[in-house]
């Protein structure tokens, strides 16, 4: 998605209080319609790519937990549904019909396909459909596709909140057997070991743990000359491993390995074929976000704002970004100008629509309106 700023907003954005949620969420009922925010557009790109059988790619950002409910809250006529086969048949796209029919399909499936329908599964935000067509206590095969499909299971888990430790320890398990595997590809093993020294960051919180990780991922980068793996990857790896001196209090070090991964990130955007070129913009977006969070809590307030600025220049119809900005600029008693980014998250609409109201009118019950 091109950068916008403000003087140069799409004019089809309304102010008011009509949200645009269905209009820019589209393709979480159709899997086809490309517009609206970053991870619209990469649900719309993974249902292109699911129906022409091509690789889908390993996408970042997801949908808040609760989407699904906030769209419903937002818009009644929308489709209540808790499953892609609930949807009436003579509403569904050819992706999302496909979607159906290989999940009436899944037992037959061979393990590749499932990872797809899966991966499929969790762009929309079905994840509890995820957890009831993968049979409690499943261990996949210790192959590369099997780690995937682990780590998916793992995760949806966690966001329907029925997160199961053997899960998580049999994720990790599998996740380690790739990334100490010399026969596998390279960039599967640096992504299995960044991905252990954020599960462990973000879990049980053993330093040694994420340590060890991220020496395993150092000596991958070693063996396989990084000017060979894709800057998204190194990226993505670059902001993981940040989480190790982050938690030892080490600023500087943070500082610089988010720096690495801003650069390649900005390389990625300007090197990525524009097949690609979805992946390398939405890479972007989690960078951002960490590094304006990182700047806060450094209290770096500059840098903060800097970051969030150009987060919402990123995805302006990202309701997120917008009351991101607004939540900083409201806890720096920046209160008037925090008003128009509160007003165009709630114009956005979901997940963000109601908080971003209320936030709206505590602040006029203060003095501070549009």
């Not at 029925?162 to 996740?175: C, F, H, N, S, V």
């Not at 982050?246 to 074929?273: N, P, W």
């Not at 809590?297 to 987060?311: I, M, P, Q």
Request: charged share 25%.
């Amino acid at each position: 998605m091109a950068a916008t700023d403000k003087d140069s907003e799409p004019t089809h954005i309304r102010h008011g209080n009509v949200p645009q949620t269905l209009e820019l969420l589209a393709a979480y009922f159709d899997l086809a319609s490309d517009s609206g925010p970053i991870h619209a557009r990469t649900v719309a790109d993974t249902g292109r790519r699911f129906l022409a059988r091509e690789p889908i790619p390993l996408y970042q950002v997801l949908p808040a937990a609760q989407l699904r409910a906030c769209i419903s809250r937002d818009c009644p006529q929308a489709p209540r549904i808790s499953d892609p086969r609930e949807l009436a048949q003579g509403t569904r796209t050819p992706p999302w019909d496909y979607l159906c029919a290989q999940l009436d399909e899944w037992d037959d499936l061979d393990p590749l396909a499932q990872l797809e329908v899966a991966q499929v599964l969790y762009r929309l935000g079905f994840w509890a459909v995820i957890i009831s067509i993968v049979p409690v206590g499943h261990q996949p095969e210790p192959t590369l596709n099997g780690a995937r499909l682990a780590l998916l299971c793992y995760a949806a888990a966690d966001l329907t909140g029925e997160k199961d430790p053997g899960i998580q320890a049999g994720t990790r398990e599998l996740l380690a057997i790739v990334a100490t595997n010399v026969d596998m590809p390279p960039d599967a093993r640096l992504r299995a070991a960044t991905n252990l020294v954020v599960h462990h960051a973000r879990g049980d919180h053993s330093i040694s743990a994420m340590q060890r990780w991220h020496g395993v991922a150092q000596r991958i980068l070693a063996d396989h000359h990084s000017k060979a793996l894709d800057p998204v990857l190194l990226s993505t790896y670059w902001r993981g491993v940040s989480f190790v001196p982050y938690v030892q209090g080490d600023r500087s070090e943070t500082i610089f390995m988010l720096d690495e991964a801003e650069r390649l990130a900005h390389e990625a955007l300007a090197t990525e074929k524009p097949e690609d070129g979805l992946l390398a913009t939405e890479v972007l977006y989690p960078l951002l976000e960490t590094r304006g969070r990182t700047c806060a809590e450094y209290r770096d307030f500059d840098g903060a704002e800097h970051y969030y600025r150009a987060l919402v220049v990123h995805d302006p119809l990202a309701c997120l970004t917008h009351f991101r900005l607004a939540e900083f600029l409201l806890h720096q008693g920046r209160f008037k100008e925090s008003v128009p980014e509160y007003r165009r998250a709630a114009d956005l609409g979901a997940p963000i629509t109601d908080i971003a109201q209320a936030r709206l009118e505590a602040l006029a019950q203060n003095g501070f309106s549009e």
